[in-house]
Every structure is written in C-alpha cells, then in structure tokens.
C-alpha cells in the first residue's frame, strides 16, 4: 500500500497509478504541442532540475477524428481478404512445423481458409453499416495545449529555467 502525500500522482511503486487522480504543482510553462512541452522538459532534465516533480498535463482536451479515404465495396473486401489471408498464412505455417506430413498442404489450406473467413467477416461488418459510415478514418486524443507543472518547492527554478530555453528558441 502506498502512502499519499500532498504532490503524489497515485503512483505505486512500479510506477502504475492506482486510481486516476488531478494533477497537482505549479505551471512552470505552457505550450501549443506536446512536442514543445516534452522539449521543455527535457531542457529541465539536460540542466539537472529533478524531473521526476515535473507532470506534462494535456489541458482542453478533444477528440480529432481524420478521414482517411472513402470505403468501396473493392477496398472493403480487399482488405479483408489481405488480413484474413495473413492470419491464414500465420496459422498454415504453425500447423505446417507440427505436422507429421509435409508442411505445404497446411499452409495453403490456411491461406485459402484465412481469406474465405476474412472476405466473409469484412464484408458482413461492411453490410451491417447499411451505408452509414462509407469512409475510412483515424482517431486520436489531442489537446489545447500543454503545460508544465513542477512541485512547488522547485517551480520558481524551473519558470526561469524555461523563461531562458524560450529566449534561444
């Protein structure tokens, strides 16, 4: 069991948070990207500040959501065919090493199998869309912004610390 103090994120000791819990310190700096706020930190770490009283809190958080391409009948079913296959192939091949005759029959069963069974499931989870959803895409949890937070007692420090990394940028 881990004892909590005032700055504690809920971490146990290997590292893995117990309970979902705020983020706690003083904003020490804010930036646009993750990439600039990570920069940030690892100017800290570059300068010996303790890093590990340092939180990189995601604030204004949103769901992005890209399209990729449109979904066609062809893209569905040629997709599916190319996992299953895969998936076939991977099977034929581990029958194949454990098999007492040669290996070639289990792999292309596995490979014919494997495609049968991913055209079928692709196409029936493309039907059950009913044209819904005719476009293929990416998601991804982004934020407003990023800002630095750092445990009172070394905050001052790390603000002057990144007031001079923002002077050389």
């Known amino acids: ?14 590292g893995v948070n117990a309970l979902p819990t705020l983020p706690t310190g003083w904003p020490i700096g804010s930036y646009a990207t993750y990439e600039e706020a990570q920069r940030a930190v690892d100017h ?4 010996d ?34 996992s299953g296959a895969w998936f076939g192939l991977f ?45 293929a895409s990416t998601t991804q949890l982004v934020a407003g912004r990023y800002d630095v937070l750092s445990h009172p007692r070394n905050a001052e420090r790390g603000k002057d610390m990144l007031a001079s990394l923002a002077w050389r940028s």
């Open 1 to 14: 069991m881990t004892t909590a103090t005032p700055f504690t994120t809920g971490a146990t000791p290997t």
């Open 44 to 47: 800290l770490a570059d300068h």
């Open 91 to 135: 099977v034929g091949l581990l029958l194949g090493l454990f098999s007492t005759g040669g290996a070639l029959a289990p792999i292309v069963t596995g490979l014919v199998v494997g495609t049968v069974f991913g055209l079928a499931s692709a196409a029936t989870r493309y039907a059950a869309t009913r044209g819904r959803r005719d476009f």
């Open 49 to 82: 500040f303790p890093v590990a009283d340092v939180t990189i809190v995601g604030v204004e958080p949103m769901i992005v959501e890209r399209v990729t391409g449109r979904l066609t009948w062809g893209r569905v079913l040629g997709a599916g065919a190319a």
